[in-house]
């Protein structure tokens, strides 16, 4: 490994680390102040935006098993059901269209 | 007093193993991009002992992708790790969420945990804690240790494999991220009054992303978005008793 890969890997690590610290910091701030309803709305508005950021550009097929992963989630509210359901269509969609 | 320390030490015990089970089918679609991430870097001169190194002292999954790929076109130092850091900015809305989580640990704790923290974990830690609110620090420390494990474990194995390994992506392994997002999603779903920021920060990722910029940009503006709405939405609902 190169002394620019060890530079680049250094780098990385502080950057990534300094990133989580300021979350912290402004995390704790955020809680005690009059704007802590921000804390309670990030979680869910992060997760719809990872969502939507991996079914733009998509196929339909995807989209499909999406929409079966979210029927899973919604009649049975448990992480794995809906995984191994929206997986095993986007697998059976992949296999039928190939 | 003994008795109440060691119920909770023991409390402690069970949520961490709890975690640790639990993110076990989450970390395991995480590995498909951790194989695919270390046969990247192998080819573009990291040893496998540099890319286990990088894996755990950085931990930042897409944002390593990116910091090897912009290394290995450009070769520029800081554009790479500026390039790479920046797509890791979610986490600062991340870690700040985990505000109430992490509250009572020791600093050094509280640096632990956010270090072995990953969408992954994070998210299902929320979920959880939606449904009960005894879901907290234990419970994400078990689950990240195990996610940070993986993700070493995938990319340096991807590193040392390389074009020997199959394309696991037609499984279906490439989709669990999307779909357990969507189980975690309906977690943190609490009413209709989540709807319309909801889809304003689905849709302003999207919007970003077609536009050309990186998917992790896309997640910053949606989120903000969001929270933009929720404000304006909170101030009309306040005008208006």
């Known amino acids: 490994m190169s002394a620019s890969h060890w530079v680049v890997v250094s780098l990385l690590v502080v950057a990534a680390f300094a990133i989580r610290v300021a979350g912290l910091i402004a995390g704790e701030r955020i809680r005690v102040s009059r704007q802590a309803w921000v804390l309670d709305e990030l979680p869910g508005l992060i997760v719809v935006s990872l969502v939507a950021s991996s079914l733009i550009g998509q196929p339909p097929p995807t989209w499909i098993a999406a929409g079966v992963a979210l029927g899973a989630a919604i009649a049975t509210n448990q992480v ?3 995984m191994v359901l929206g997986m095993l269509a986007y697998a059976g ?3 039928l269209s190939s | 007093m ?3 320390v060691n119920a909770l030490a ?4 069970y949520e961490a193993k709890r975690g640790a089970i639990a993110i076990l089918p989450l970390a395991l679609g995480a590995s498909v991009y951790g194989l695919a991430f270390g046969f990247l870097a192998v080819q573009v001169g990291f040893p496998w002992w540099g890319v286990a190194i990088m894996s755990a002292s950085t931990h930042a999954g897409s944002s390593q992708i990116i910091a090897v790929e912009q290394f290995a076109s450009t070769g520029v130092v800081l554009g790479a790790v500026l390039a790479g850091a920046s797509l890791n900015l979610r986490y600062v809305g991340i ?3 985990l505000s109430e989580v992490l509250a009572g640990l020791s600093l050094r704790k509280k640096l632990f945990a956010i270090h072995i923290t990953g969408d992954e974990n994070w998210a299902l830690t929320m979920s959880e804690r939606a449904k009960s609110p005894d879901v907290g620090a234990p419970f994400l420390i078990g689950s990240g240790l195990v996610n940070i494990s993986m993700w070493t474990a995938s990319t340096t194995l991807g590193a ?4 020997a390994l199959p394309d696991l992506g037609r499984f279906g392994l490439s989709f669990a991220f999307t779909a357990a997002f969507i189980a975690m999603a309906r977690g943190l779903w609490r009413g209709r009054s989540q709807v319309l920021p909801w889809t304003m920060a689905a849709a302003a990722t999207m919007a970003v992303i077609s536009l050309g910029m990186p998917k992790a940009y896309g997640i910053i503006v949606g989120a903000f978005f969001g929270l933009v709405v929720t404000f304006l939405k909170r101030r009309i609902e306040a005008a208006a008793r």
Do not use: F, K, M, P
Request: glycine residues 10%; negative net charge.
């Open chain 2, 95 to 97: 870690i700040a969420s």
């Open chain 2, 2 to 4: 003994d008795e109440s």
């Open chain 2, 10 to 13: 023991a409390r402690n015990a």
């Open chain 2, 160 to 163: 040392l494999l390389g074009a």
């Open chain 1, 80 to 82: 794995i059901v809906a």
């Open chain 1, 93 to 95: 969609l992949g296999w």
